[in-house]
């Protein structure tokens, strides 16, 4: 679908009719992308306009943890990293959230992929690099931003993990612009999919 369509549906698509849409969705809505999409910050204001509870995935494992994101990465290494993130996402999947905003890499991970697409609603949060470049220079918590170019770095980690991320069954594409667009643009493609 165009931007022209997308934009078309989302101008028909009203306050009234996402209450009927929310009541349709059984399972919980993940988020997934690269680090800057916006899924923490679209996944609330999502979360807010279908009355569900908001989980972001990253915060439950340092809950979980103890420790930062960056810390454990510092610590342990990103293998360790991405087995509690895996059991973390499996336990809120489990819990019935209604909308968990991943991180970046969760998708990309065998077992985690297939345990959303098997009982979530999966929806793969696409951006322009520049963009993402932009909104990553925002904060320093990204470690796999710190050893070089964000924007070489960006363009790679989409390149590989593109193949991954498109195995959710819905995509939207983020811009500059309000999160509630982005939010109603993921409403309208569930309403769509179910």
């Not at 050893?147 to 939207?172: C, M, N, W």
Request: proline share 4%; charged share 30%; hydrophobic share 40%.
């Amino acid at each position: 679908m165009d931007d022209n369509s997308a934009s078309r549906n989302m101008q028909q698509l009203t306050d009234n009719d996402i209450p009927a849409i929310a009541r349709r969705i059984n399972r919980p809505i993940v988020l997934v992308g690269l680090m800057g999409t916006g899924k923490s910050t679209v996944g609330r204001k999502l979360a807010a306009m279908i009355d569900k509870d908001f989980v972001d995935a990253d915060e439950a494992i340092e809950d979980a943890a103890q420790l930062s994101i960056a810390e454990m990465f510092a610590q342990y290494g990103e293998p360790y990293f991405r087995d509690g993130e895996r059991r973390v996402i499996a336990r809120l999947m489990d819990e019935r959230s209604g909308v968990i905003a991943t991180g970046g890499g969760a998708f990309i991970n065998d077992e985690t992929r297939a345990l959303i697409l098997d009982q979530g609603i999966a929806v793969w949060i696409d951006c322009e690099i520049d963009i993402l470049v932009e909104r990553t220079a925002r904060k320093n918590t990204r470690p796999l931003l710190r050893d070089g170019d964000p924007k070489e770095i960006l363009t790679k980690l989409h390149k590989e993990r593109e193949p991954f991320y498109s195995q959710a069954p819905i995509r939207v594409n983020s811009k500059n612009g309000p999160h509630h667009e982005t939010a109603m643009a993921i409403i309208e493609a569930i309403d769509r999919w179910l």
